[in-house]
């Protein structure tokens, strides 16, 4: 079903401009909005044959916004299923999953200079 969200561009307009209003919502009230992808256990089996079909619309986000796809770094884990709470169905991270999310995430802040520097230093990975 989601695949067939992404291929409609009424519906990625829609996400687009989701995301747009969530960036001045944000940026207006004095913080740096950042969008995280976390894709469906079943869109990583997409994405390990090349057809990371939501991509395209997140190419286009990042270029008005920060963002985070974490597909590609699931896809690199030895079993990625492990950090999901089902198999079945994969949409929700499982306690790992949730430590690796939280992982990457601050690996990605870190690298866009979004931490002060007596913040970095107090946080523990």
Do not use: C, W
């Not at 992404?6 to 009230?29: C, D, G, M």
């Amino acid at each position: 079903f989601s695949v067939s969200l992404y291929r409609s561009s009424e519906v990625t307009e829609l996400l687009y401009q989701i995301a747009i209003s969530f960036k001045h919502f944000v940026t207006q009230n004095g913080s740096i909005p950042l969008l995280v992808m976390a894709p469906y256990l079943h869109e990583i089996e997409y994405l390990r044959r090349g057809e990371g079909y939501y991509q395209p619309l997140l190419e286009r986000m990042n270029e008005k916004l920060l963002t985070l796809d974490l597909g590609n770094a699931v896809l690199s884990q030895n079993n990625p299923s492990s950090l999901f709470v089902s198999n079945l169905y994969g949409a929700h991270l499982s306690d790992k999953g949730n430590q690796f999310a939280a992982g990457a995430l601050y690996e990605f802040i870190q690298n866009n200079h979004m931490l002060h520097e007596d913040v970095a230093h107090t946080v523990k990975h």
